[in-house]
């Protein structure tokens, strides 16, 4: 098997020592032939994957969070169209199998599909699967002419990515206490000039949704849609990987009702009373296959934890057959782990 495998040396979670551990994880798979490339600038994973095939590379692993399964996504899949749909099977078979060694601060996409948090951990995994041959294809999401793993949309989550990213120019370490202190402070604001989203859906049942003047909606790919630390966050129970896309929106930000919308989102009043209270507030939409959102005024939009600009208008996709990745068979989900998984994972973290 020949395997690339793409790094960031200038990554503050990727050094000579956790090299020194996985390499030889990953050299002890029979057969496994690697070549590494390191990153020089954002944007360049997807540089060096542009255009590659099974001709090239059986498989492509990515050490990073989110943000690098996003640079790799898009250079194995070359820009996404209207019909992206078209020749799935066919488009799978050629591109290298994609596999993700996490480093990145939520790594949801990789955690979403079974594998552990912490990239030691996650290497014995992945050299276990890719010894048994273990792979899946999985449906990914586009908006306009790029795609998305995770998750994308505007309002207060694309805020909080901009001013995260931010701190990062500055030294600061994108940890889930920076996220949600800055999620507070996003939300305050918001609470004052929201922005007035308009969504027209439009899912594999032939059910529709049609919602204007919402201030927050996004997308997700995966399930859970986040996590804060070792806690996943769920929006949309019903999604994964073999779905459309979960959409989640909240109709208000204002006053008691917007916070308990706010709670919900961040799930921490998903039961009881505040849930409840909450429900009304609540936008949920699951296996949708097309999305057109639309803004009153340019809002920033976010793709798989990064930012993408302002934007207007943006339209939503849901691909299947996409991407063939290496993942354990049947895994668990991640929200059904009990509270004394979570604390253990925190400790890891």
């Excluded at 050629?94 to 790594?107: K, M």
């Amino acid at each position: 098997m020949r395997v690339l495998l793409i790094a960031n040396p200038n990554s503050t979670t990727q050094d000579a020592g956790l090299f020194r551990q996985i390499i030889p994880v990953l050299r002890s798979v029979p057969g496994l032939k690697m070549l590494v490339k390191y990153t020089a600038y954002p944007g360049h994973a997807e540089i060096l994957c542009r255009g590659l095939t099974r001709a090239d590379y059986d498989a492509v692993i990515a050490v990073g969070g989110d943000g690098t399964v996003n640079e790799v996504v898009n250079g194995l899949l070359g820009p996404a169209g209207d019909t992206e749909a078209a020749g799935g099977a066919a488009r799978t078979a050629d591109v290298p199998t994609l596999a993700v060694i996490p480093t990145g601060s939520a790594n949801v996409f990789v955690r979403a599909l079974g594998f552990p948090a912490t990239p030691l951990e996650a290497t014995h995994v992945l050299a276990h699967i890719m010894e048994r041959d273990l792979r899946r294809t999985i449906r990914l999401g586009t908006w306009d002419s790029r795609w998305f793993a995770v998750n994308a949309g505007f309002g207060i989550d694309a805020d909080v990515l901009a001013r995260v990213d931010r701190a990062r120019e500055k030294g600061f370490a994108a940890t889930p206490l920076r996220y949600l202190n800055i999620a507070v402070k996003a939300y305050f604001r918001s609470r004052n000039n929201p922005p007035q989203i308009a969504v027209t859906a439009h899912n594999a049942e032939g059910e529709s949704l049609n919602a204007t003047n919402v201030p927050l909606l996004f997308a997700s790919n995966t399930n859970p849609w986040t996590f804060l630390g070792p806690m996943p966050v769920v929006t949309n129970p019903r999604n994964s990987f073999d779905k459309g896309l979960g959409l989640f929106g909240i109709t208000s930000l204002s006053g008691m009702p917007g916070l308990a919308g706010m709670l919900y989102l961040v799930g921490w009043a998903n039961n009881g009373i505040v849930g409840r209270y909450a429900q009304d507030l609540i936008l949920q939409f699951d296996d949708a296959t097309s999305v057109t959102l639309e803004c009153k005024e340019p809002q920033r939009f976010q793709a798989d934890g990064e930012s993408e600009g302002k934007h207007k208008a943006v339209r939503l996709r849901s691909v299947p057959d996409a991407l063939e990745v290496f993942a354990p068979k049947d895994p668990r989900p991640p929200h059904e782990r009990g509270v004394s998984e979570m604390l253990r994972d925190l400790f890891r973290l």
